[in-house]
C-alpha cells in the first residue's frame, strides 16, 4: 500500500471558540524569540455538542527566531451544565491561506462524562485574529 492509497481524513466541526483579550504583554526577547503575552478574559464557545464559556487563560505567544509564529495558549472553559474543561490550542500558526488564517492544534481535558468525548479526539483550529476589536476567533474541526 502506497501513501497515496491511505484514505483522506475527514474534517467535521466541532465548535467556534471567541477569546476576548483582557491584556498583552510585550515580554520581549527570548532566547528563542519574542514573546508576547496574550491575556483571555471571557469569551464564548458554541458547537452542535458543546456550549460554554472561556473563564481566563493566556497565549504565551512566540514570534521565533526562524520567523515562525507559534501560538502555545491554555484556558479553562466552563460547559453550560457546569462542568470545567482545559483548552491547549498551540502549534506553529503561518498562515496557510490567502486569506490570512492559521492552523493549530488543540488538546481537551474534561472529567469522565458527558463532555469525555473531547479527550478522545484529535481536533485542528483555524484561527482569526480580530486584534483591533480584542479578540480571538478559532473554528474548531474534530478530525474523523
Given at each position: 500500500?502506497?501513501d497515496?492509497?491511505?484514505p483522506?481524513?475527514?474534517?467535521?466541526f466541532?465548535?467556534?471558540?471567541?477569546?476576548?483579550?483582557?491584556?498583552?504583554i510585550?515580554v520581549?526577547?527570548?532566547?528563542?524569540g519574542?514573546?508576547?503575552h496574550f491575556s483571555?478574559q471571557?469569551g464564548?464557545?458554541?458547537?452542535?455538542?458543546?456550549?460554554?464559556?472561556?473563564?481566563?487563560?493566556a497565549?504565551?505567544f512566540l514570534?521565533?527566531?526562524?520567523?515562525?509564529p507559534?501560538v502555545d495558549?491554555l484556558?479553562?472553559?466552563k460547559t453550560d451544565?457546569?462542568?470545567m474543561?482545559?483548552?491547549?490550542?498551540s502549534g506553529?500558526?503561518?498562515?496557510?491561506?490567502?486569506?490570512g488564517?492559521?492552523h493549530?492544534?488543540l488538546?481537551?481535558?474534561?472529567?469522565?462524562?458527558?463532555?469525555d468525548?473531547?479527550?478522545?479526539?484529535?481536533?485542528?483550529?483555524?484561527l482569526k485574529?480580530?486584534?483591533?476589536?480584542?479578540?480571538v476567533?478559532?473554528?474548531v474541526?474534530?478530525?474523523?
Amino acid at each position: 500500500m502506497s501513501d497515496s492509497t491511505l484514505p483522506q481524513p475527514n474534517l467535521q466541526f466541532a465548535m467556534l471558540i471567541k477569546a476576548h483579550i483582557s491584556e498583552v504583554i510585550q515580554v520581549g526577547a527570548v532566547a528563542d524569540g519574542v514573546r508576547t503575552h496574550f491575556s483571555l478574559q471571557g469569551g464564548s464557545i458554541k458547537g452542535p455538542r458543546l456550549s460554554a464559556e472561556l473563564l481566563t487563560g493566556a497565549d504565551r505567544f512566540l514570534m521565533r527566531a526562524d520567523g515562525v509564529p507559534f501560538v502555545d495558549a491554555l484556558y479553562e472553559i466552563k460547559t453550560d451544565d457546569g462542568v470545567m474543561i482545559t483548552v491547549h490550542n498551540s502549534g506553529p500558526a503561518l498562515p496557510a491561506t490567502s486569506a490570512g488564517l492559521a492552523h493549530t492544534t488543540l488538546r481537551f481535558t474534561a472529567p469522565t462524562g458527558q463532555h469525555d468525548w473531547l479527550n478522545k479526539a484529535n481536533f485542528v483550529g483555524t484561527l482569526k485574529a480580530e486584534m483591533a476589536e480584542g479578540y480571538v476567533l478559532v473554528r474548531v474541526d474534530q478530525v474523523l
